[in-house]
């Protein structure tokens, strides 16, 4: 069967990764498929090709746990060449679910590219109670986690500054629904959105640049180090859920 994807709008990398990934899914299962969307960083200027996976997601018409088998010969094949395992949902999970995940599904509108079937992301509608909900337990629950990591790391310095740099870019779609929730456009471009949400919440957000550059620059910390970065992030969290918590919707 011959499909047409709708790919100009990827980079070519892109392309070249997922392309064959989708057209063997629309081989095996091609009347159950609804729509194929990649999202996330591989469409924006923080994607790396070296180090970045390509994100998807696969919407059927009706949940077929069978599907899985579809798509588990190729889970180890395709994770090599860079594509993550998609996220399987239908658009009934969709509707019921958005105000159970308004954060994630704020971030897959922003940030998507339907590249076969309908486009089911640009339409939805997030409700801002449910948003900053989400977003305050988010942040609450990084502070717990937070505490947590520090007791259990028992000092290890290397540990924790891992943890750090690594939970960092999951904090994006949480920071880009408090920019939402302050009545402005989330930027698409992880340092972008830390600059932003300092601006339009006042709070000082240089720990969470330091933290996401430090992906990149193998970022080492001394022992001394990692406590103050330890207090900082963790003052810096617990500010921007007070912001959470004080928003007027």
């Given at each position: 069967?011959?499909?047409?994807?709708?790919?100009?709008?990827?980079?070519?990398?892109?392309?070249?990764?997922?392309?064959?990934?989708?057209?063997?899914?629309?081989?095996?299962?091609?009347?159950?498929?609804?729509?194929?969307?990649?999202?996330?960083s591989a469409l924006t200027a923080d994607f790396n090709e070296q180090t970045s996976d390509v994100n998807s997601v696969v919407v059927l018409k009706e949940m077929d746990l069978r599907f899985l088998e579809?798509?588990?010969?190729?889970?180890?094949?395709?994770?090599?060449?860079?594509?993550?395992?998609?996220?399987?949902?239908?658009?009934?999970?969709?509707?019921?679910?958005?105000?159970?995940?308004?954060?994630?599904?704020?971030?897959?509108?922003?940030?998507?590219?339907?590249?076969?079937?309908?486009?089911?992301?640009?339409?939805?509608?997030?409700?801002?109670?449910?948003?900053?909900?989400?977003?305050?337990?988010?942040?609450?629950?990084?502070?717990?986690?937070?505490?947590?990591?520090?007791?259990?790391?028992?000092?290890?310095?290397?540990?924790?500054?891992?943890?750090?740099?690594?939970?960092?870019?999951?904090?994006?779609?949480?920071?880009?629904?408090?920019?939402?929730?302050?009545?402005?456009?989330?930027?698409?471009?992880?340092?972008?959105?830390?600059?932003?949400?300092?601006?339009?919440?006042?709070?000082?957000?240089?720990?969470?640049?330091?933290?996401?550059?430090?992906?990149?620059?193998?970022?080492?910390?001394?022992?001394?180090?990692?406590?103050?970065?330890?207090?900082?992030?963790?003052?810096?969290?617990?500010?921007?859920?007070?912001?959470?918590?004080?928003?007027?919707?």
């Amino acid at each position: 069967m011959s499909v047409s994807l709708k790919t100009e709008r990827l980079r070519p990398v892109v392309a070249e990764r997922v392309v064959p990934f989708f057209e063997e899914l629309l081989e095996k299962e091609d009347g159950n498929i609804h729509s194929l969307h990649v999202v996330g960083s591989a469409l924006t200027a923080d994607f790396n090709e070296q180090t970045s996976d390509v994100n998807s997601v696969v919407v059927l018409k009706e949940m077929d746990l069978r599907f899985l088998e579809v798509l588990a010969p190729r889970g180890k094949k395709y994770r090599k060449r860079g594509v993550a395992a998609p996220l399987i949902m239908t658009p009934g999970y969709i509707t019921a679910s958005l105000d159970v995940f308004p954060v994630e599904f704020l971030s897959f509108r922003l940030i998507h590219e339907t590249v076969y079937g309908e486009d089911v992301f640009a339409l939805i509608e997030v409700d801002d109670g449910d948003l900053r909900q989400q977003c305050e337990r988010e942040l609450k629950t990084r502070l717990i986690g937070l505490r947590q990591g520090y007791i259990s790391s028992l000092g290890d310095v290397r540990t924790l500054t891992e943890t750090y740099v690594k939970a960092m870019r999951s904090y994006a779609p949480v920071f880009r629904g408090i920019i939402h929730l302050k009545g402005e456009a989330p930027p698409e471009r992880y340092e972008d959105i830390v600059k932003e949400l300092a601006r339009v919440t006042g709070v000082d957000c240089d720990i969470f640049m330091r933290l996401l550059r430090g992906r990149h620059e193998k970022l080492k910390l001394s022992q001394e180090e990692v406590k103050t970065v330890f207090e900082t992030y963790y003052r810096a969290t617990e500010a921007l859920g007070k912001v959470v918590d004080e928003i007027a919707l």
